[in-house]
């Protein structure tokens, strides 16, 4: 597609007095899901094999509904499906997008990489596709890198974002963690208009290596291994990247519509709620019913909630997620 020639016109923002893509005009235009085709109900939690520190992390679970790609369900076939809904409802064609940031690290290759064929089913060939992998938080990552390049002076004025994991490979069949999470993909058009009004208002991300002990998935089947204290740095970094967003946009907890987090597990959802004192009738997951998604909750929530109507264009929202076991972590402010 035809780089625009006022790519440069974007003014530096001041980030200490308002959001960072603030008069960038980046507006959110369509949303996507995807779920894997197995449903599957979860039965008692005492069914389930467990230990001390699954026990501590995950709590009584809180999921009732979960969902299982099969082999089929590649992690580029659910992007696609969720990314063509977005499109749809975007009202743009594959033919417009300049760029494609699709985050994933659940089913990891060393070639054949995810972005560029996701890109590629979608019949986008030529404009720059490309693979993240910030685990839980990828969506906030991904955005967040999108957000960057659309305000570059490359040109580009229309991504698209696509999540897709397949977490149920990354958990020990019949252990309490296998009845918390689920496969599924979630994706977002966003477009820039230099002066328009902004959907995307601020952001922010960072990483640590020295947490990335917190959670690793490796040994021969790669499953996820948790540390007992995860909940608790997780919880003081999403206060961190939430108040940091407020404060620096002169927000309070209270101005904001809704509070649509990576919840990850039940002690976090609850933790989030109480930590930064939010109204419990405003913190919107999909947790209970479709489970941990990975990088895909936070988009797959927003996409069925705007189709349920819960949520609606113009609703201030804050997102914040932890990922990878707290080694990255950020959020995002921005209007549906």
């Not at 009004?197 to 490796?218: E, K």
């Not at 291994?225 to 909940?231: F, I, M």
């Not at 997780?234 to 509070?259: F, M, P, Q």
Request: glycine share 12%.
């Amino acid at each position: 597609m035809p780089q625009n020639s006022d790519a440069t016109s974007f003014s530096p923002m001041d980030t200490g007095h308002q959001g960072l893509w603030e008069g960038s005009g980046i507006r959110f235009t369509g949303y996507g899901h995807y779920f894997g085709s197995e449903e599957i109900h979860n039965e008692s939690v005492e069914n389930a094999t467990t230990n001390a520190v699954e026990d501590r992390v995950i709590g009584g679970v809180g999921v009732r509904t979960r969902y299982r790609a099969t082999d089929e369900e590649t992690p580029v076939l659910m992007a696609t499906r969720a990314s063509r809904q977005a499109l749809e409802r975007a009202g743009v064609d594959a033919s417009d997008i300049d760029l494609v940031v699709v985050s994933h690290w659940t089913d990891r290759n060393y070639v054949d990489e995810v972005g560029a064929l996701t890109a590629a089913a979608l019949g986008i060939k030529g404009p720059m596709a490309f693979e993240i992998a910030g685990s839980c938080a990828g969506y906030i990552q991904a955005v967040h890198t999108a957000a960057a390049l659309l305000t570059s002076p490359a040109g580009y004025r229309r991504a698209l974002v696509a999540t897709t994991e397949r977490v149920t490979r990354r958990v020990r069949p019949g252990s309490k963690g296998a009845m918390l999470v689920s496969d599924g993909a979630g994706a977002c058009v966003m477009e820039a208009t230099p002066g328009g009004a902004s959907g995307l208002i601020d952001s922010v991300f960072h990483t640590d290596g020295s947490l990335a002990h917190m959670s690793v998935a490796g040994g021969e089947q790669g499953w996820v291994r948790s540390h007992p204290d995860l909940n608790d740095v997780a919880l003081a970094h999403v206060r961190d990247a939430v108040e940091d967003l407020l404060a620096r946009n002169k927000l309070t907890v209270d101005d904001i519509d809704w509070l649509i987090p990576h919840s990850g597990t039940e002690p976090l959802a609850k933790g989030i709620q109480h930590h930064l004192g939010a109204d419990p009738g405003r913190v919107l997951t999909n947790l209970s019913f479709r489970g941990n998604v990975s990088s895909a909750s936070i988009p797959t929530t927003v996409s069925e909630l705007l189709e349920r109507g819960v949520v609606a264009p113009g609703d201030l929202v804050l997102s914040p997620s932890i990922g990878g076991g707290v080694w990255c972590w950020g959020g995002l402010l921005y209007r549906i």
